[in-house]
């Protein structure tokens, strides 16, 4: 069923963005997939994105164990970060290794209402051997707790990943995907949350203080 799935996301990514390669090339080189590894051997997933050639960020909630070794995936090689900064309430985690660019861009501005998003991670991770995805959606308005709603689609594995627009001519950074949306124990397939780009950057001022 999974790769059912990833065959037809990516089948549908092709189709969707012919013509645009500039763009989504760039968007792809910037998110980079996390293996994560147990005491025992177990093997996890998630994504990040590259602030530059020292951090990347990711979501906590991929850290929950304490004990997990982390390694990002950069051109077939497993690179291995530490976390240098983590805030559970914002769910962001900023994390420090000898990494290297393409790098993403923090976008100007907030997302409008409507405007075209994309959602790009690595969708199951190592089940899949790390292929990685774009889908696209809308911009469907802030929550009230520094996220927002979108209904470009979401994945186990894709947490982490980069939220883009197109901002001005290139693409830029807008959130950070952190899962489908559940209420009153009811999940929405079609709608996923992310963390603003407001709630980065001050994420950002604080790891950095």
């Given at each position: 069923m999974k790769k059912l799935l990833l065959a037809f996301l990516l089948l549908f990514s092709t189709a969707l963005f012919a013509g645009d390669e500039d763009h989504f090339q760039a968007m792809r080189d910037a998110v980079k997939g996390i293996k994560l590894v147990d005491n025992q051997g177990?093997?996890?997933?998630?994504?990040?994105?590259?602030l530059n050639t020292r951090q990347a960020l990711s979501v906590a909630h991929v850290f929950s164990n304490p004990n997990l070794k982390a390694f990002i995936r950069i051109n077939g090689r497993?690179?291995?970060?530490?976390?240098?900064?983590?805030?559970t309430k914002s769910d962001l985690a900023l994390?420090?290794?000898n990494l290297s660019c393409p790098c993403v861009t923090l976008s100007s501005r907030?997302?409008?209402?409507?405007?075209?998003?994309?959602?790009?991670?690595?969708?199951?991770?190592t089940d899949l051997k790390w292929a990685q995805f774009i889908t696209e959606g809308r911009f469907q308005g802030p929550s009230d707790d520094g996220r927002f709603w979108t209904s470009a689609y979401s994945v186990?594995?894709?947490?982490?990943?980069?939220?883009?627009?197109i901002d001005g001519d290139k693409p830029a950074i807008v959130g950070i995907?952190?899962?489908?949306?559940?209420?009153?124990?009811?999940?929405?397939?079609?709608?996923?949350?992310?963390?603003s780009l407001s709630l980065i950057k001050d994420f950002l001022r604080r790891a950095a203080s």
């Amino acid at each position: 069923m999974k790769k059912l799935l990833l065959a037809f996301l990516l089948l549908f990514s092709t189709a969707l963005f012919a013509g645009d390669e500039d763009h989504f090339q760039a968007m792809r080189d910037a998110v980079k997939g996390i293996k994560l590894v147990d005491n025992q051997g177990h093997e996890g997933s998630g994504s990040a994105i590259v602030l530059n050639t020292r951090q990347a960020l990711s979501v906590a909630h991929v850290f929950s164990n304490p004990n997990l070794k982390a390694f990002i995936r950069i051109n077939g090689r497993e690179i291995p970060v530490k976390i240098k900064f983590v805030d559970t309430k914002s769910d962001l985690a900023l994390l420090e290794g000898n990494l290297s660019c393409p790098c993403v861009t923090l976008s100007s501005r907030e997302p409008r209402l409507d405007e075209k998003i994309f959602n790009v991670g690595f969708p199951f991770g190592t089940d899949l051997k790390w292929a990685q995805f774009i889908t696209e959606g809308r911009f469907q308005g802030p929550s009230d707790d520094g996220r927002f709603w979108t209904s470009a689609y979401s994945v186990p594995g894709n947490s982490g990943g980069g939220m883009f627009i197109i901002d001005g001519d290139k693409p830029a950074i807008v959130g950070i995907a952190e899962g489908i949306v559940g209420i009153n124990g009811r999940v929405y397939t079609n709608l996923s949350t992310a963390m603003s780009l407001s709630l980065i950057k001050d994420f950002l001022r604080r790891a950095a203080s």
